[in-house]
């Protein structure tokens, strides 16, 4: 093929216009994105005092149980009271139960602690809930049209996978080759349009569109009279003529 950069443009075209359908498909649309975004935030806040409240509640039983532990110990030891025999003993047992008494003090106070967050992130959670349910029915709605929209994406990006399929097999072989090389290398952009740098006087001067790099005038030629296929200097990626600059 002596004109190359053509079909190689055509090419970059339908495979950047597959990428993006290719990323709505497992993204979600614009406009669907700032709903999105607040539901999502809605969630992760609810997920969070859910979470809260059920730490709460683990703190809570266990301080509990420490406090029945403590009790049986406490009953214990006041049951030894009668069977002690000298006053070192008699010390030596109330000091037991002096501490026991102390950790069902300590455990009793963490347990009422841990309530209180309970209840507190429990009624924050309830808020939150009735606040999302609002939110909730917009977002279902909004992704059932999503949803609905969704086939004729899919279509879409069917039928630039046989256009695409149609024109490589149009392109010489090496040809394609390199333009799948740098494709692979820019992230799905393989090809950088020329632009002309405005001055009022002088020789003109052009440079790449991705890099800014200058471009010699003699590739220009190329590119404009024979579509040769021209890299950049510096990026490499391959240099096409746009006649409508954006
Ligand atoms: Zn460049």
Redesign the pocket.
């Given at each position: 093929m002596s004109r190359p950069l053509a079909a190689i443009v055509e090419l970059q075209t339908l495979i950047s216009r597959l990428r993006s359908a290719e990323a709505l498909l497992d993204g979600i649309p614009d406009w669907m994105k700032e709903l999105h975004e607040e539901y999502s935030a809605h969630k992760s806040q609810i997920e969070e005092l859910d979470e809260a409240v059920s730490d709460a509640a683990a703190t809570r039983r266990q301080a509990e149980s420490a406090v029945a532990d403590y009790q049986e110990k406490l009953k214990h030891f006041q049951g030894q009271i009668a069977q002690v025999r000298t006053q070192r003993e008699y010390g030596a047992l109330l000091q037991e139960i002096d501490t026991v008494k102390e950790g069902i003090k300590t455990s009793e106070e963490e347990a009422f602690a841990a309530m209180e967050r309970q209840d507190a992130a429990q009624s924050s959670l309830d808020e939150e809930r009735k606040a999302f349910e609002e939110l909730d029915r917009r977002y279902a709605v909004e992704l059932e049209k999503w949803e609905k929209e969704k086939p004729e994406v899919q279509k879409k990006a069917e039928a630039l996978r046989a256009e695409i399929a149609e024109l490589r097999s149009q392109v010489p072989r090496q040809h394609l080759a390199h333009f799948e090389r740098l494709l692979e290398r820019h992230s799905g952009q393989a090809l950088?349009p020329i632009r002309e740098v405005e001055r009022p006087k002088g020789p003109r001067i052009w440079?790449?569109?991705?890099?800014?790099?200058r471009?010699r005038p003699q590739a220009v030629v190329e590119i404009r009279g024979q579509e040769a296929l021209v890299?950049?200097?510096?990026?490499?990626?391959l240099?096409h003529y746009a006649e409508t600059a954006e």
């Open positions: 950088a440079h790449c569109g991705a890099c800014n790099y471009v890299e950049c200097d510096s990026c490499k990626r240099l």
